[in-house]
């Protein structure tokens, strides 16, 4: 499989899911659209997976990119029915680009939380061997907030209710993180908006109190990686 993948911020990437990858012999190209590398044809590719970053989904004065991205999503995703990915901002990406709409949220969720599966999401491929509660990593102050029309919720939190959706059998997206890897924290507490969410939610010590909490969820975090890869590839598969 050929996967491309957009990405928003060079350091935010598949994380832990680039070893899955590999393993199995795909291949995965990257396009880093904050850097100005523009969007390529999606012909030849097998699926499109979007990664999170620091903007919102309606900066798009100040990120142009962020209209035409969410057309390629739309053409990925409902005209050619494309296996699709999304994390974090790449879960609101495919809500607006699919007519849902995103929006701030009463309260940022930022350290390692809590979501549960819904009927939906307990019963369904995608989060298929994972406990009904999880924790995960969560670092956000956007979400979704209507769904796009034709979509499920798979998973929710007191604070977001919208954290995982399925739009047909093949587009996917989580609001949070799974794909931790041991540097993850330290890569994106280096990117300036996330540093201020830390010190906003966290306090001064944001930053290594995250990394310990993180730490000490590492094995569960790439189990359950490796877990939902695996089922996103079984959808990849439906027609």
Not at 14 to 28: I, K, M, N, V, Y
Not at 99 to 105: P, S, W, Y
Not at 114 to 123: C, K, P, Y
Not at 176 to 188: A, G, K, R, S, Y
Request: proline fraction near 6%; hydrophobic fraction near 40%.
């Amino acid at each position: 499989m050929d996967i491309l993948v957009l990405q928003h911020e060079r350091i935010e990437h598949p994380g832990s899911f680039r070893a899955f990858l590999q393993e199995d012999g795909h291949s995965w190209i990257p396009v880093h659209l904050n850097e100005g590398e523009p969007l390529p044809s999606i012909d030849g590719f097998d699926a499109l997976w979007v990664m999170g970053g620091p903007m919102d989904v309606w900066e798009e004065d100040e990120h142009p990119w962020l209209k035409p991205e969410k057309a390629f999503i739309r053409d990925a995703v409902a005209e050619r029915g494309l296996p699709f990915l999304g994390l974090c901002l790449g879960h609101q990406l495919l809500a607006e680009a699919l007519g849902g709409t995103c929006g701030r949220a009463e309260k940022s969720e930022v350290g390692v939380l809590d979501v549960q599966l819904t009927e939906e999401g307990a019963s369904g491929i995608f989060f298929d061997d994972l406990p009904e509660v999880f924790p995960c990593l969560q670092w956000h102050g956007a979400e979704v907030k209507t769904l796009p029309e034709g979509a499920k919720c798979l998973a929710t939190s007191p604070d977001c209710t919208l954290q995982a959706i399925n739009w047909g059998p093949r587009a996917h997206s989580v609001q949070f993180h799974l794909e931790v890897e041991p540097d993850t924290i330290e890569n994106w507490a280096a990117i300036p908006a996330y540093a201020d969410a830390l010190k906003r939610n966290l306090g001064e010590d944001g930053a290594s109190n995250l990394k310990a909490a993180c730490d000490e969820h590492m094995s569960a975090f790439s189990g359950m990686a490796e877990r939902v890869y695996i089922n996103w590839m079984q959808t990849a598969a439906k027609v």
